[in-house]
């Protein structure tokens, strides 16, 4: 793997897991557990359709997702559920992306976050059977997917397409200056490496 791609794993999986430890931490002490799930997936996927046009590799948004557990875990007090779903919005994105080959890209964010969503709130209920999930059985995992995951679905079927762009047009002023891409590698490393030296440090 380029070094650009690693670089990009990196500082993408970091910038995901500062997302879920500020806005995320901040947003459900405050009791927002209704607009959390949402505003922290759109969020999600806006990072990961500017990181793959960036790190063009199926696997990559996986990776991410990965590293961005990890850093909640590393910042936060362990909340494996939330940690669950950051992993499989991250697989979500990967396995419909590899599939529609990167095509329709509004669909992409649509069918990936319902995916995402689901998976989750069937495992957590029905696999790691966590109590705050297996009272309510069915009906929170439908309200789960149906109204929340909806609700992300539809704002990432936006999402992803102008992030795609967005990524794309920095992309090509980069790829036509050669300069400018060396710095850009060289400033990813440096916030890359700031990113994770922050994270390990708030452990001692």
Request: overall charge positive; charged content about 15%.
């Amino acid at each position: 793997m380029k070094k650009e791609y690693v670089l990009g794993v990196l500082f993408f999986g970091g910038l995901w897991g500062i997302s879920e430890v500020a806005l995320g931490g901040w947003m459900y002490a405050a009791e927002m557990r209704q607009a959390a799930p949402v505003v922290l997936a759109v969020i999600a996927f806006a990072i990961l359709s500017v990181a793959r046009v960036f790190v063009p590799l199926p696997g990559s948004s996986a990776s991410i997702g990965a590293l961005a557990m990890l850093f909640k875990s590393l910042n936060a007090p362990f909340f494996a559920c939330h940690m669950l779903a950051i992993f499989l919005l991250g697989a979500s994105f990967d396995i419909v992306y590899s599939l529609a080959r990167g095509r329709r890209k509004e669909l992409i964010g649509l069918t990936s976050t319902y995916l995402g969503f689901a998976l989750f709130a069937l495992i957590i209920t029905y696999v790691v059977r966590y109590s705050y999930w297996i009272g309510e059985g069915w009906p929170k995992v439908l309200r789960y997917v149906g109204i929340t995951g909806t609700i992300a679905a539809l704002c990432n079927a936006v999402v992803v397409p102008l992030g795609d762009r967005l990524a794309r047009h920095l992309s090509n002023r980069a790829l036509g200056r050669l300069p400018l891409r060396a710095w850009a590698v060289r400033a990813v490393s440096v916030m890359a490496a700031a990113i994770w030296i922050f994270a390990l440090s708030r452990q001692f």
